[in-house]
Nanobody, 115 residues
Framework: QVQLVESGGGLVQAGGSLRLSCAAS????????MGWYRQAPGKQRELVAVITSGGSTNYADSVKGRFTISRDNAKNTVYLQMNSLKPEDTAVYYC?????????WGQGTQVTVSS
């Protein structure tokens, strides 16, 4: 069982920055991949960024060059640094962990970008 706790969401003006954190209840060395997804009202949940246990990263085209995913193995935490935020980035952001073929999700954190 893996528990994920997100933090760092909030309200920010367009062009601003936020950093999301996702703390895992287990060592993230044992987690194949961790990622951030988001879901805007009336839309499907979509992948934002993912980082593997080996450190490889992948990003949605809409956030490339603006968002950076990273991990701190000592703290069992994954981060999403979001810069140059746009109103269309407004969504609930969810942390995801894939471990032993099972997907785990956090409770989500709201990010609202005002224009």
């Amino acid at each position: 069982q893996v528990q994920l706790v997100e933090s760092g969401g909030g309200l920010v003006q367009a062009g601003g920055s936020l950093r999301l954190s996702c703390a895992a209840s287990v060592s993230i060395f044992s987690i194949k991949a961790m990622g951030w997804y988001r879901q805007a009202p009336g839309k499907q949940r979509e992948l934002v960024a993912v980082i593997t246990s080996g450190g490889s990263t992948n990003y949605a085209d809409s956030v490339k060059g603006r968002f950076t995913i990273s991990r701190d193995n000592a703290k069992n935490t994954v981060y999403l640094q979001m810069n140059s935020l746009k109103p269309e980035d407004t969504a609930v952001y969810y942390c995801n962990a894939e471990r032993l073929t099972i997907d785990y999700w956090g409770q989500g954190t709201q990010v609202t970008v005002s224009s």
